[in-house]
Structures are given as structure tokens and as C-alpha cells.
């Protein structure tokens, strides 16, 4: 697999840490690849594609989306650094209220 798959407490959310090969001329990385995310278990169908820029100190908000319209969402950081956090906000859930965090950063 060209990444590692890491569990956090809430099973629903994954930290994907991609392989990185560097040589002299920088580095290359597989971001995302169907097959392999479907090797790992990992069966989700990413329809959408987005990119924002965020000056320092900004709060992107929480988003949330009811069934059948729910998103998996595939984050990643590619200047600077950010602190990315899910909250499990289902009232049902044996997770309700947890929630997980992880920097991320150009490097990571």
C-alpha cells in the first residue's frame, strides 16, 4: 500500500498517512488511488474536489450533512500547516461528542 491507514477513536475517521518518496529533485506521493483505498477497506466514493486558501488564524466552520446526502472527505494540507478535527455531532452514536484532531502540514 502506498500509505498506512490509523485508526482514531471515532471508527468512521481515519488518518491516512501517504507514502512519501524523496530524491534530489523533491518528492513524490499518491494522494489517492480507488483501488488501493478499496484494498485497504477503505469504500468510499469521492465525488466532489475542493481547494481553499485560508490566511492565518481563519476558523473554517463544521459541516455537516443528513443522509442520504452525507460526504466522506478526504483533507490535506499543502502549504503551511493546519489543525483538522472531526466531532461526531450524531445524537445516536456511542461516539456522540468525541472527537478527533491531527495537524497536518506541507510535509505530512
Given at each position: 500500500m502506498p500509505f498506512?491507514?490509523?485508526?482514531?477513536?471515532?471508527?468512521?475517521?481515519?488518518?491516512?498517512?501517504?507514502?512519501?518518496?524523496?530524491?534530489a529533485r523533491g518528492f513524490f506521493l499518491e494522494f489517492y488511488k480507488k483501488s488501493d483505498f478499496e484494498k485497504a477497506g477503505l469504500n468510499v466514493e469521492f465525488v466532489q474536489d475542493n481547494h481553499s486558501k485560508s490566511v492565518k488564524g481563519v476558523l473554517r466552520?463544521?459541516?455537516?450533512?443528513?443522509?442520504?446526502?452525507?460526504?466522506?472527505?478526504?483533507?490535506?494540507?499543502?502549504k503551511?500547516?493546519?489543525?483538522?478535527?472531526?466531532?461526531?455531532?450524531?445524537?445516536?452514536?456511542?461516539?456522540?461528542k468525541k472527537w478527533v484532531a491531527v495537524e497536518l502540514s506541507e510535509e505530512n
Open positions: 498506512e491507514i490509523i485508526d482514531t477513536e471515532i471508527p468512521e475517521v481515519k488518518i491516512i498517512k501517504p507514502k512519501v518518496f524523496k530524491d466552520g463544521l459541516h455537516f450533512q443528513e443522509k442520504p446526502y452525507e460526504q466522506g472527505k478526504l483533507v490535506r494540507c499543502i503551511g500547516k493546519i489543525f483538522d478535527v472531526a466531532v461526531d455531532i450524531r445524537p445516536d452514536s456511542p461516539y456522540f
